[in-house]
């Protein structure tokens, strides 16, 4: 995951926070930071923790869009969270900086070297987002709950480099995350595990396929 201040000085990060006139802000779990931001156009670094970008239909039922921890970004530029539909909810104690996006365009920064490696970790992040984002898209094409644990159970071997691992998330985040009801999906990992395709004990996942 590229850092949006890499490869720029400690000394220059503080003077682009500056200029950029960053603000950065701690909060605890299970807190709605949207609720919280009074700016109409921003991006927000999360420096520390974990947020969970959760649609909410008019029925009340609750979606994961998206789940995003230190190092990433999001904000009214990169989602739709003026929508009243969305919220960012926190999943730990979790420290986040806000920069208005305007300031982003401000003359000032322009005068600066470390503006264009700054500008190239921004997009390099939303390219790494976009990529993840896609894959996401991927799994909620699948048909049936079956396909979709099968295909993310492979992807996230894929992504930490080996067929056993650790869960990430409760049952019920995972259920949210593929956009299933969570009774049908614990149905579903019962059957795979007595089928061979996988073992799990606790958050321990051991996949065979």
Do not use: W
Request: hydrophobic share 35%; charged share 30%; proline share 0%.
């Amino acid at each position: 995951m590229t850092n949006l201040f890499e490869n720029i000085s400690e000394r220059n990060m503080l003077k682009l926070k500056r200029i950029l006139r960053s603000n950065s802000v701690k909060y605890r779990k299970n807190v709605n930071v949207v609720s919280n931001v009074n700016l109409d156009d921003f991006i927000a670094l999360i420096d520390s923790g974990s947020v969970q970008l959760i649609y909410t239909d008019y029925e009340g039922n609750k979606t994961v869009v998206e789940e995003l921890g230190a190092g990433e970004i999001f904000g009214t530029l990169t989602s739709s969270i003026n929508s009243e539909e969305i919220s960012c909810i926190t999943k730990e104690d979790t420290q986040i900086t806000y920069i208005e996006y305007e300031q982003i365009t401000n003359d000032e920064i322009f005068k600066n070297d470390f503006y264009i490696i700054f500008i190239k970790n921004l997009i390099r992040i939303l390219i790494e987002q976009m990529n993840r984002r896609n894959t996401r898209i991927e799994l909620l094409t699948k048909r049936t709950t079956r396909d979709k644990l099968l295909a993310y159970f492979k992807q996230m071997a894929q992504e930490m480099g080996n067929k056993r691992y650790y869960l990430q998330t409760t049952f019920t985040e995972l259920a949210d995350y593929l956009s299933v009801d969570r009774s049908a999906m614990t149905r579903e990992i019962k059957y795979l595990k007595e089928e061979g395709f996988i073992d799990i004990h606790g958050k321990r996942v051991i996949i065979n396929y």
